[in-house]
Structure formats: structure tokens, C-alpha cells
């Protein structure tokens, strides 16, 4: 079909269109500032259109040629009036669609009971945007979620910062009694999907859920046990309003308050899929339970998988995991410290150099600093400094390489290795080497610490200090040393005396 995507710059709508490309759909992105896609990966595969659903005029021109459209934007975080942006939003897209000839409008909703005056302002104003869309002649599919897990879902980034940072909470009572039904991303990209060309489904309101009912609570224990953390001290207290709440979770969390104070809002109703409603009345499919939507969702912070276990079902491809047009505050807290250093060796000299490191040669500066560390994880049950490297000179993928393991490895440009030692998180160090236009080269540096709880907060903040002089200092001699090293002197330059170093 001829599809065009409203909101492919979101969290939903970006990881839905290669969905739609994989279907064979041609696709066409409308979007109020088009070069919001230019960074994502598939805008080749598209045509992009600028449009804006308050302006009904573009949307027409847009829905040129158009089969069917997917609405999937929401004015929630805007200042002003959210509920009255999505309401024109919706009525400028009917009215746009009917004049077009669409046969098909897919809308992404909320669950929640259908009276409004039991649903919280957003609950509410989600519905309603359903029943403008449904008012005209254009058939409306619409699907209706509660919490998306994945990387970049406003709600998932609320529950995992809340469960990092805090190891005890107060929250309001219904916080442990309110039940709610999420699912995984990739779970409402096959229902979107799915549903578009399905004659069964024009019409509906249709429901998506993971096979499991839980309360806030039990998310928050089940992702602190997918994150490898104690589960958290909560205390239900009467005192504390959705909105004291909605400026607790925004001095805790990046969520910024505008998104905050909705969603919190709507977390005192029960968004639990109807049987009358469900949608696997009418597609065969079998949602992955909660646990292994976390699992998935935790699998990539950044541009680094995480969860080893994960590594093929959950690349950093996957819909879980954080893309480039994601807000700043998606993916998890990654720490890093970056040291760019330039240098006359050669390209090649420099890599040689970088990728000698370890082993018999140690690692250049510090070396008793080194030792101590693989000591002390030794001490504590890790795997400490005694396995060396494989080969002197030669590395591979799946090397270990004293207290690390070899990640990455591309000769002349590319080597990262990734941190076995114990410590409350993931961390990695890794070195891009290029060459410059005078013979020269530059060496980019950069070590990265994904924090497991406040312990691994705690850990970054009170080693920075020593790490900073230490990888700054690592850097430098690594320049240095292949600056006077040939193809076969590393060791020796290594070796040069103090006063020379």
C-alpha cells in the first residue's frame, strides 16, 4: 500500500516505518521539520513531505496519492493546551483523509475505561482523538496501549531512572494497587503493521497487552530484577498528589515535567485489556511476556549492547533499543570520558600501538596502578590481571586481554574492549584511529561506564578524578609511543626511562 507515517520523528512512528519498508509498503513520512530524519537510516527508502496537522491545507497535499495513514502524534509535553492541539490535530487529519479518498486511518491510543470522567486528562484526551478520527467516512483502526516497554518510551524511561537512582521510594497507595497491562515495542510494531491491510480490523477499537496484569510495583520489581538490582524499599504513602509526584519524578528522572505531570496523572487508572477488545481475536500473534520485554529494552544503552544473552535476538537494530532521533533522556545513563589526541606516527603505527596494549607490555602508564586493580577484583571474585592476551601483536573478537575482553576489533581504525573486572555496571574503553592529511594521525579515546544503580553512580563520581589523569595520561603515551616505535620497538619504547616518558 501507498502509506504515509504522521509522527515518524517519535519513539513509535520512527520504528515503525522500516516495519512498514519490510512489509513492502511504500512509505511517506510527513513531518513538521523534515530534517529531524535526515540522521535515521532508512530516509533514502522514504519519501519525506512537510506537514503539520494543524495546518489542514499541508495534510492534503500531503495525503496526495495516499492509501492509508497512521496517526501517531500527541500534543502531550506542549505547553498550552494539549487537549485542544490534539483535537484539531484530529479533526484536521479526518477531514484531510475523507477529502483524499484514504481507505484507512491506524491511530495508537491509551487504554482506559471509556467514560471520561473516570480517566485522567491524557487517558481522556487520547480517546477522544479516536472518536474525532472515527467521526467521518474514512474507516479507523484504532489500537489502544498502555506502557510501551522499550528504549525511548517515556513511561519505560520513568520506570528504569526511578529504579536506578532510588533505592527507596515513597509513592502514592495506588501506585501498588493499580493494575496495568504493558507491552514490548516490537509487540505494537507487528499489531500497526498487521492491522492495515486487514479488512477485519476497519472499524475497531482493538486492544494490545502483554499476556501478564501487574501493578506499578510489580513493574518496578521486575525490572530491577532484569537490571541486576535489589529490589526497591517503596513506601505507600496518602499524601502525595499526581502532581507532587509529577515534580518528584521530574527532579529524579530527564523526563522534563510537561511529560512527566501527564503521565503520572494517568497512572491512578487501571489500563487493563477487555476481552471484547483484545486483539488476538483477530491477529494470531503472541506478545512477549514482560520480563523478556525488559530484558530486551535493557539489552542496548546507547550504541552498546549489553546483555550478552540478547546479542543476536536484540541488536542495536532493534526496536528496543534507543535510536538517533530519540530524546536526549532515552536509552539509560551513560558516564564517558573522551581524550582526542593527535600525533606524527602513521595511521598504521598508531593502531599497532594501540592494539599491543595489555599483556607483557602493560598498559603504558601507571603500571602498578594497573596490577593493583587486577588484585583488588581478584580479592573479590573477578577475573583479576592473570590471563594476559593470546598473542603478543595479534588480537581477535572474543580476546581476553587481562581484565578485558576484545569487543571490537577493526585493523588500522577500530578497537574496543569491554570491561570483565567487577564493577556495578558495564564499562568499556576504546580507541578509533584516523589518519590526517599531513602524514600524521589522531587518536580518539573514549572510555564509557553504564551505572548499575546509585552504587554505580557513586563508583563513577568518586574514581573520576583518578580515571581522568589516568586515561588522559594513557592517551598521550599511546600517541607518544608510536610516534618513536617502528614496526618492532614498541616494547622498547615502552621501556624508555622516566626523565624520557
Not at 475497531?204 to 510495583?217: F, M, W
Not at 606524527?344 to 602498578?368: C, D, I, K, M, S
Request: include cysteine.
Amino acid at each position: 500500500m501507498r502509506i504515509a507515517v504522521i509522527g515518524a520523528t517519535g519513539y513509535v512512528g520512527g520504528r515503525l516505518v522500516p516495519e512498514l519498508l519490510a512489509a513492502s509498503h511504500d512509505v511517506r513520512c510527513l513531518a513538521r521539520n523534515p530534517e529531524r530524519l535526515s540522521g535515521v537510516d532508512w530516509r533514502v527508502e522514504v519519501e519525506v513531505v512537510a506537514a503539520d496537522v494543524l495546518d489542514q491545507s499541508s495534510l492534503e497535499a500531503a495525503f496526495e496519492g495516499i492509501e492509508a495513514v497512521y496517526y501517531l502524534v500527541h500534543a502531550m509535553g506542549v505547553s498550552g493546551d494539549f487537549e485542544q492541539s490534539d483535537r484539531i490535530g484530529a479533526e484536521n487529519t479526518r477531514i484531510a483523509a475523507e477529502r483524499r479518498g484514504l481507505s484507512r486511518i491506524v491511530y495508537l491510543g491509551g487504554l482506559g475505561a471509556d467514560d471520561p470522567e473516570e480517566l485522567s486528562p491524557h487517558l481522556a484526551s487520547r480517546h477522544e482523538v479516536g472518536q474525532i478520527l472515527a467521526a467521518g467516512t474514512v474507516a479507523v483502526t484504532e489500537l489502544r496501549a498502555a506502557v510501551i516497554i522499550g528504549s525511548g518510551s517515556a513511561s519505560f524511561e520513568m520506570l528504569r531512572h526511578l529504579a536506578e537512582v532510588l533505592p527507596v521510594m515513597t509513592c502514592p497507595r495506588w501506585v501498588t494497587k493499580t493494575k496495568c497491562q504493558p507491552i514490548a515495542i516490537a509487540d505494537v510494531l507487528h499489531y500497526l503493521v498487521a492491522v492495515v491491510d486487514n479488512p477485519a480490523a476497519a472499524g475497531q477499537v482493538l486492544e494490545i497487552g502483554a499476556p501478564e496484569v501487574l501493578t506499578y510495583r510489580d513493574m518496578m520489581d521486575r525490572y530491577c530484577d532484569a537490571a541486576g538490582l535489589r529490589r526497591r524499599l517503596i513506601i505507600p504513602v496518602p499524601l502525595l498528589t499526581p502532581r507532587l509526584s509529577s515534580h518528584w519524578v521530574n527532579l529524579v528522572t530527564p523526563l522534563p515535567y510537561g511529560l512527566a505531570r501527564p503521565l503520572v496523572d494517568s497512572l491512578i487508572n487501571d489500563v487493563v485489556v477487555s476481552p471484547e477488545r483484545d486483539i488476538r481475536r483477530l491477529i494470531d500473534h503472541h506478545p512477549c511476556t514482560v520480563d523478556e520485554a525488559i530484558e530486551r529494552a535493557l539489552a542496548v544503552v546507547g550504541d552498546f549492547e549489553i546483555k550478552t544473552s540478547w546479542m543476536d535476538s536484540a541488536p542495536s537494530s532493534s526496536p528496543a533499543s534507543p535510536m538517533p532521533q530519540d530524546p536526549d533522556w532515552a536509552g539509560g545513563t551513560i558516564y564517558q570520558d573522551i581524550q582526542d589526541v593527535p600525533t606524527t606516527a602513521t595511521q598504521a603505527a598508531l593502531f599497532r600501538t594501540v592494539a599491543g596494549v595489555g599483556g607483557e607490555r602493560g598498559w603504558y602508564v601507571a603500571g602498578w596502578m594497573w596490577t593493583f586493580r587486577g588484585w583488588v577484583d581478584k580479592l573479590i571474585g573477578g577475573v583479576g590481571m592473570r590471563r594476559g592476551r593470546r598473542h603478543r601483536d595479534l588480537l581477535r573478537v572474543g580476546d581476553a586481554l587481562d581484565f578485558f575482553r576484545v569487543e571490537a576489533y577493526e585493523p588500522a581504525s577500530l578497537l574496543r574492549l569491554r570491561a570483565e573486572m567487577k564493577v556495578p555496571g558495564d564499562a568499556w574503553l576504546e580507541w578509533r584511529v584516523t589518519s590526517d592529511d599531513a602524514g600524521g594521525s589522531r587518536l580518539r579515546q573514549l572510555a564509557r561506564f553504564h551505572p548499575r544503580g546509585v552504587t554505580g553512580r557513586a563508583y563513577w563520581w568518586i574514581l573520576l578524578p583518578v580515571h581522568k589523569v589516568i586515561w588522559k595520561r594513557l592517551a598521550q603515551r599511546i600517541a607518544d609511543v608510536a610516534a618513536i616505535s617502528g614496526p618492532s620497538t614498541i616494547s622498547a619504547a615502552i621501556e624508555l626511562p622516566k626523565s624520557e616518558r
